[in-house]
């Protein structure tokens, strides 16, 4: 069987700005796991309690479960460079505040 031609495979990744987007996910992806492991085992540490794991995880997907619907509204209503500032501000607070309570 002949090998598939490369540029068929990913021509998506021919547009310069599809590649900065990807590498962009790839990151914040990255730095997302992150933050959910260093939670979690935060709240492990401190209290030694699987049940206390377990709840901090399910609150953890509270949030997108009920705010989704609505956060698609917004998304499609508002200016994109200001959502992105606010959504950047929002996360470093959020490390912030885990780092405070670590210490």
């Given at each position: 069987?002949?090998?598939?031609?490369?540029?068929?495979?990913?021509?998506?990744?021919r547009?310069r700005?599809y590649?900065l987007?990807?590498a962009?996910?790839?990151?914040?992806?990255?730095?997302?796991w992150?933050?959910?492991?260093?939670?979690?085992?935060?709240v492990?540490?401190?209290?030694n309690?699987?049940l206390?794991?377990g709840?901090?995880?399910?609150?953890g997907?509270?949030?997108?479960?009920?705010?989704?619907p609505?956060?698609?509204?917004?998304?499609?209503?508002s200016?994109?460079?200001?959502r992105?500032?606010?959504s950047f501000?929002h996360s470093?607070?959020?490390?912030?505040r885990?780092d405070r309570?670590a210490?």
């Amino acid at each position: 069987m002949p090998a598939p031609d490369r540029q068929v495979l990913l021509p998506a990744l021919r547009s310069r700005n599809y590649r900065l987007f990807f590498a962009g996910q790839g990151v914040s992806l990255i730095g997302t796991w992150m933050t959910q492991i260093a939670t979690v085992w935060l709240v492990y540490h401190l209290t030694n309690s699987a049940l206390m794991l377990g709840i901090v995880g399910f609150i953890g997907q509270i949030p997108s479960f009920l705010l989704t619907p609505f956060g698609g509204v917004f998304v499609d209503r508002s200016d994109p460079p200001s959502r992105l500032c606010r959504s950047f501000t929002h996360s470093r607070s959020q490390l912030y505040r885990n780092d405070r309570m670590a210490i």
